[in-house]
């Protein structure tokens, strides 16, 4: 069954630049990945430090598969540091 992922996160104006180079190294890889299928990321209309990544996978397993993956574990990792709290996720059947 589909899921959708989606991840919430602040970034202050001063973390903007350094996430979006992150952020594109993830989709980047994410676009290999077996089961993904398209993702999108939205900025908040009334709070511009805030967006959210929704990214849609084929299965469950799929999304568990790139969870786990190392290189985006270690990305992941930099994201985290960078923000100063860890990155949470939420999955949803489609």
């Known amino acids: 069954m589909t899921v959708k992922i989606f991840i919430k996160r602040k970034v202050s104006s001063e973390n903007i630049l350094p996430l979006t180079v992150l952020l594109k ?4 890889l994410t676009l290999n ?7 999108e990321t939205l900025k908040r209309v009334d709070d511009k430090d805030e967006c959210m990544v929704i990214s849609t996978w ?5 999304w ?5 993956n190392e290189e985006r574990i ?3 990792k ?12 939420a999955a949803y059947e489609v």
Do not use: N
Request: aromatic share 12%; hydrophobic share 35%; proline share 0%.
């Open 25 to 28: 190294k993830l989709r980047s």
């Open 78 to 89: 930099e994201i985290d540091l960078l923000l100063g709290v860890e990155t949470e996720y």
């Open 64 to 68: 568990k598969a790139w969870l786990h």
């Open 74 to 76: 270690a990305i992941q």
């Open 58 to 62: 084929r299965s469950m397993e799929d």
């Open 33 to 39: 990945q077996s089961g993904y299928i398209y993702g």
